[in-house]
């Protein structure tokens, strides 16, 4: 396993280059066969979840679309100031997204 210490200007975040250089440095990989691997997997994900399936990595967690329904918020006064309106209610769209949860075991 890569050693994820030391990470460039000290963040504790990832870009997908730094992934890429990572996963690259630890499978011996070039860094072109990483990329190919990890777009194929980004853009497989979201096409998988949008018909209705799930994607579970085993002992790292599964990927879903979630769907929330339409609704009706009620706006205080601070929240009628902020999106300058005199309504007291604001219609919410129904939306879907993609949603992951990790596993028990990550």
């Known amino acids: 396993m ?4 030391g ?3 000290g963040k504790n975040n990832l870009t997908k280059k730094d992934l890429v250089d990572f996963v ?3 499978t011996k990989l070039t860094k072109k066969d990483v990329k190919g691997v990890l777009d194929s997997l980004f ?3 979201p096409e998988i979840t949008k018909s209705g399936g799930y ?3 085993a002992g790292f967690g599964t990927f879903k ?3 929330t329904k339409a ?3 009620t706006l205080t006064a601070k ?3 902020m999106f300058n309106t005199t309504a007291k209610t604001k219609k919410i769209t129904a939306k879907k997204h993609l949603s992951f949860s990790s596993s028990k075991t990550y």
């Open 2 to 5: 890569a050693n994820l210490r």
């Open 7 to 9: 990470i460039k200007g």
């Open 24 to 26: 690259a440095k630890d």
């Open 43 to 45: 853009s497989t994900i």
């Open 55 to 57: 994607v579970t990595i």
């Open 65 to 67: 679309e979630n769907k």
């Open 71 to 73: 609704r009706t918020m």
């Open 79 to 81: 929240q009628r100031k």
